[in-house]
DNA sequence: TTGAAAGCGATACCAG
DNA sequence: CTGGTATCGCTTTCAA
């Protein structure tokens, strides 16, 4: 590279005027010079420090200072310095997400801002395992919640970086970690059980063939299973021709009712029941799940499981308890709610 | 500082056994102890510099201590150093989001990250204006997707702590920064448009009392304004009983068709409408939008307008040519492609 | 080929 | 009450 030829004595008395404009942001240098003051002085002041007073005329150039040159602390400095972060990392969703997660999760990013945590969101996609843990360590939040998909190696990396709460969010506990357990079996066993006091004892369960569901739509058919009922598993694509498909072969074993894995599945189900000419519930009893509102706009209206998940809030006061005062042991958690919400359609 | 004496010699065979148990994460100066190499040499060797050749032995040994002892790099002091950033901040979404957006947020995430960019969700629930992008600046990102409601004062924070792109996103440009617009007149406008074709002079046009969701509403209903078709709001809520009392003002008024914003209002609406005895589409036609799965379903089959957004893949591309290649003015893009689906309501 | 050392920006000691 | 200054972990000249 070649040297340029630096005249060092000519700087121009002004604070910034002409020369090379502020490519980069001020810094607490900046507004140190600006205010007359030290650096030291200008953090007392941005940050109230009461360890230490400083005279209101000080502060107030401090503060005058700060908001002309439009002075932002630079997060990165600052938790270099404190030694660790007030992040909390947490996978973004990967699959469609339905509006029950999805509100969930702007309450609980909203908690959490309420107790000063920063909330981020990291995309999940794209690395597995133990290098998507590698890249969240990096930002050394102060608590993950950790993907079904993470495993305890994973786990050690984010706990080893100084994670004071790794918790994982799946259907079981990974050992070593927190584990707030959303267990989807619950759904089917809820369901099932409905069925089974309506004098099913064999039931068919549509088992969604689209991408990631299997991930709840597995547990929901162990659940049906373990209340006893014989399951036959129907696998289904979204679309009217494969749904009808799957009524001629309910029709064909004489299944006489359906767990249709959710509200949206039994839509789908229901029409083409009816394309077919089975009644329901007489012919077909139907139940779906989440208790979307279109349940209630389908005729019969659709016997569903609804699904309730802990408020955002209550959810945010345990990652701070966690990581304010670690307890010895992991802490385990069912987060899923499942509760049968009788209509017309089983 | 007190000099430890040290005894060079004495160190234990093992790995990491007695003394204070390591707390916090390891450092790349304990890699270099423990590979017996500086810390600059670690560096060399973990990010693979070019300008500088390291033995193969020395290489290995590198590698090996930091595999060891779990070591994984600070983003926060990397990047202090680096004078900048690779993360890419955009809003989390605050309204319940359809799958459409959802889908395309992984899609962008995953390709931005093809890019070696961090893509990272903030949630802006909770703060407003100025102070969210405050929030935002102090991450120091390379590039922000900026959601509609910040202002020219908050694209300006963000661009002088050094953000090289800033993109709004929302139905019109901000004045200095990039825009993505999606302009949701669009939608109003393909639906009316078609109804027009069809006779339909005077339309009614649901309103959904749901909040957040205006932000869309109003821009299709000033779409649908524009092309000449006498618009009348209908505020609803989304339940049953609200939408029962809809369709008596619809009668009242006489109209001869409905944009019902999208497919779900479009099913509460057909409901109440059926329900009260009113033909579709002889009646009263119906446009919906979104083009959910859920429209085929519906009898008749539910006409509606299909929304597609740009891919992830190609959107990563222009914020990566933004931040590498800065233009002289802003880049201004449409985003929001509306074209008809043609069934039976309609 | 490797090591010593400067410095990124903010904070918290300890003197003055 | 305020100012120097060491420090956090990492990268990158510059010297050896």
Redesign the interface.
């Known amino acids: 590279m070649v040297e340029k030829p630096q005249i060092p004595s000519q700087q121009p008395a002004s604070a910034e005027p002409p020369g090379p404009p502020?490519s980069?942001?001020?810094t607490s240098a900046d507004v140190a010079r600006q205010a007359g003051v030290s650096r030291a002085t200008v953090s007392y002041v941005l940050n109230n420090t009461s360890a230490v007073r400083i005279s209101e005329p000080t502060r107030r150039r401090v503060h005058e200072a700060a908001r002309e040159l439009?002075y932002?602390?630079?997060?990165?400095?600052?938790?270099?310095r404190a030694?660790h972060?007030r992040i909390v990392l947490m996978p973004?969703?990967?699959v469609?997400?339905g509006?029950l997660y999805?509100?969930f999760?702007?309450e609980f990013?909203?908690a959490?801002?309420?107790f000063d945590y920063?909330?981020?969101?990291?995309?999940s996609?794209?690395?597995g395992g133990d290098d998507a843990a590698?890249?969240w360590?990096?930002?050394?939040p102060v608590a993950v919640l950790a993907p079904a998909g993470m495993g305890r190696r994973g786990i050690?990396?984010l706990q080893?970086?100084?994670a004071r709460a790794v918790i994982t969010l799946g259907a079981e506990p990974v050992e070593g970690a927190h584990a707030l357990i959303a267990d989807h079996r619950a759904v089917g066993r809820v369901a099932a059980h409905h069925l089974r006091e309506r004098g099913h004892r064999r039931i068919g369960v549509l088992m969604p063939r689209e991408e990631g569901l299997d991930a709840f739509a597995v547990p929901r058919l162990a659940g049906v299973r373990e209340t006893g009922v014989e399951a036959v598993a129907l696998p289904v694509a979204?679309?009217?021709e494969n749904a009808a498909q799957v009524v001629a072969h309910i029709r064909e074993l004489g299944l006489s009712a359906v767990f249709a894995y959710n509200d949206?599945y039994a839509?789908?189900l229901m029409?083409a029941l009816q394309d077919a000419g089975v009644a329901i519930p007489d012919d077909v009893a139907v139940v779906g799940a989440d208790d979307l509102?279109?349940g209630?706009?389908l005729r019969p209206r659709l016997t569903t499981v609804r699904l309730a998940l802990p408020s955002g809030q209550e959810l945010a006061e345990f990652v701070d308890r966690l990581v304010r005062t670690p307890p010895a042991g992991p802490e385990i958690r069912d987060v899923l709610d499942a509760s049968l919400v009788r209509r017309e359609s089983a």
Chains 1, 2 share one sequence.
């Not at 920063?118 to 995309?123: E, K, N, R």
């Not at 360590?137 to 050394?140: I, M, S, V, Y």
């Open positions: 502020r980069s942001a001020p439009g932002v602390p630079h997060a990165a400095a600052r938790s270099l030694g972060t973004a969703p990967d469609p997400v509006t999805s509100g999760l702007n990013q909203w959490l801002s309420r920063t909330a981020v969101q990291y995309g996609v794209g690395v590698r890249a360590a990096e930002l050394r050690g990396i080893r970086s100084g979204y679309d009217e949206e839509m789908l029409r509102m279109l209630r706009l």
